[in-house]
């Protein structure tokens, strides 16, 4: 299998321009954050940060300082909030099983949106065997949340409600303090987490300001390092640890603190948040170029998400109809432009995007649907490239289809 | 979603970049389909087959993920030169694998898929001439059930999911 992999790059040779805007899921890391995280392998802040020694006592003071911009940057109050976690996937799972067996005692009933990301989804149903009913908001056709089902769901046995602030697939801003106050007003002691990793360096974030109890941030969805992200917990608010280990310097996720990701993650919000209006200007313009380009030199498209100021300035997700997603995928990776697709292709139960589907796209939609998302590292000439390769990739595998996969 | 490694074959990419027999046969004597565009896994073929029942051309159209072109792509190849009873006999899926030189066992689906539609293609020849044949059985073979039961299953999820017309 290895040895196919290496054929399927030797087909690569010869690109002449590389275009990766698969931002959703993984993102190369800028030379900048790199270079702040190399001292910390081998130079200094090598060791642990719960032990008496120099190197230790380094490790402690990076952390906690890393711990207070991040802290910072999310509009906390203090730096105790911030629990740093090995990913997004581990804060979203931290802040529902955490938050749901801290306070089972009061209430077992889970609220979230229909298109929140998997790692909230399948918390949920792993919850479910644990006796916490899951009860799924539906969105509307641009995957805004329906505040008045919200309303109808939160009741006096709910115990957390969960809503994603920007969709991560469609890109979708949501009224969280709409949802929020609906949520609080139903029941106050329900607990409101958001995963705020598509919102974290792309629109204005307070987590205070809120008034939300939990949020998810992550480090690479911000061109940080893999492999490490963040769980505000509001102080005061009851979270249960969900690992078992040694406790270092924070009580929610036990083993040593990775402080070369940590400095890597909070590097890499500094350069996000150091010109936060330039930085989103840029992967807005930039963005829509990419989207408006697309629309204007080919026909059959779908925009999937909302237009306007309620969308992420990074997000284009498009429907390419009579055109299946993975085959456009490979097409245009055979031309230097690397994007993913919402298609079910790898799978016999061949059931696409969830996202995609919440909002009504129809299954032969889904499966021709791209994401896409530019960031500040993204030049003009690398959208007019993608824009080169787009319509002649398109037009190839249309013409495969031919007349078939036309209902 | 759920997401696997799909390190394709040489074999794949070059069918997939550069696919044999592709397109829609005016003068086709029969065509067949199978798979539907909610499943995202759609083939179609064409067959020109003379009066010896010996298959003289075969193309394709295909909606769907490399392997899908590939397994599709193959097919109309082992088909062309064949008498009817071989290609009903002799093309399975595994041997489409093969031809391809494997696939990600989550692809086998597009060489069962393919052959589900070279056997309907084969039954509707008889059925548009009116003649039986010997060798084709009344039940429906494994490929042909796989390939219903992938259509049934897309619609079936398509109508829980609530994805309709309307929406």
């Excluded at chain 1, 969105?139 to 969960?162: C, H, P, Y």
């Excluded at chain 1, 009851?238 to 924070?250: A, F, P, S």
């Excluded at chain 1, 292709?345 to 919440?358: E, K, T, W, Y």
Aim: with cysteine.
């Amino acid at each position: 299998m290895v040895e196919n992999v290496k054929e399927l790059l030797k087909a690569h040779e010869g690109i002449t321009h590389e275009v990766y805007l698969d931002n959703e899921n993984s993102t190369m890391v800028p030379k900048e954050v790199v270079d702040a995280m190399l001292p910390y392998y081998s130079q200094r802040a090598y060791g642990n940060p719960t032990l008496t020694h120099k190197p230790g006592w380094e490790a402690f003071e990076t952390i906690m300082e890393s711990a207070q911009k991040i802290s910072k940057f999310l509009g906390a109050k203090i730096l105790e909030e911030i629990t740093f976690t090995p990913g997004e996937t581990e804060a979203n799972n931290l802040a529902l099983m955490g938050a749901a067996f801290a306070n089972k005692h009061k209430d077992k009933k889970i609220v979230i949106s229909e298109i929140e990301p998997i790692n909230v989804l399948h918390v949920t149903e792993l919850l479910q065997k644990f006796g916490f009913a899951t009860t799924k908001i539906p969105v509307d056709r641009e995957g805004f949340l329906n505040l008045e089902k919200l309303k109808e769901a939160v009741d006096k046995e709910t115990v957390l409600a969960s809503i994603a602030t920007v969709n991560n697939e469609i890109g979708t801003i949501q009224p969280l303090k709409d949802a929020l106050d609906i949520v609080k007003d139903k029941n106050p002691d329900a607990l409101f987490h958001t995963d705020a990793s598509d919102a974290y360096g792309r629109i204005p974030l307070n987590v205070q300001d809120l008034k939300v109890d939990l949020a998810t941030v992550g480090s690479y969805k911000i061109l940080g390092p893999r492999g490490i992200g963040a769980l505000y917990v509001k102080e005061g608010v009851n979270v249960d640890k969900i690992l078992e280990g040694q406790i270092g310097t924070q009580k929610l996720w036990p083993g040593v603190e990775n402080t070369p990701l940590i400095v890597g993650f909070t590097k890499a919000s500094e350069l996000a948040f150091h010109s936060f209006e330039a930085n989103v200007n840029r992967m807005h313009t930039l963005r829509d170029k990419l989207a408006d380009g697309i629309f204007g030199g080919l026909s059959d498209l779908k925009l999937n998400g909302p237009k306007g100021d309620k969308r992420a300035p990074d997000n284009a997700n498009i429907s390419f109809l009579r055109c299946e997603g993975e085959a456009l995928t490979i097409e245009l990776s055979l031309k230097g432009v690397y994007v993913s697709s919402g298609s079910a292709c790898s799978r016999r139960l061949l059931q696409p995007s969830h996202v995609l589907v919440a909002i009504g796209r129809r299954f032969s939609e889904a499966h021709g649907s791209i994401l896409m998302k530019t960031t500040r590292y993204h030049t003009e000439e690398d959208i007019t490239y993608v824009l080169d390769v787009i319509p002649s990739a398109v037009g190839r595998i249309r013409g495969i289809v031919g007349s078939t996969g036309v209902d | 979603m759920s997401r696997v490694p799909l390190p394709y074959t040489q074999k794949v990419l070059d069918l997939f970049r550069n696919p044999k027999n592709l397109g829609k046969m005016e003068d086709a004597t029969v065509v067949a389909i199978s798979g539907n565009p909610a499943c995202g896994d759609m083939i179609t073929f064409y067959l020109k087959i003379n009066d010896q029942e010996i298959i003289e051309k075969a193309s394709f159209e295909s909606y769907g993920c490399a392997a899908n072109i590939a397994t599709a792509s193959i097919v109309t190849e082992m088909l062309k030169g064949l008498r009817l009873e071989s290609a009903w006999k002799d093309i399975t899926w595994k041997k489409v694998t093969e031809e391809v030189g494997g696939l990600p066992s989550v692809k086998f689906h597009c060489g069962i898929l393919a052959v589900g539609a070279v056997k309907r293609a084969i039954r509707k020849y008889y059925e548009q001439k009116g003649v039986a044949s010997s060798w084709i059985p009344q039940e429906l073979t494994f490929e042909e059930k796989q390939a219903l039961e992938e259509e049934e299953l897309a619609k079936t999820l398509a109508k829980r999911l609530h994805v309709a017309e309307e929406k």
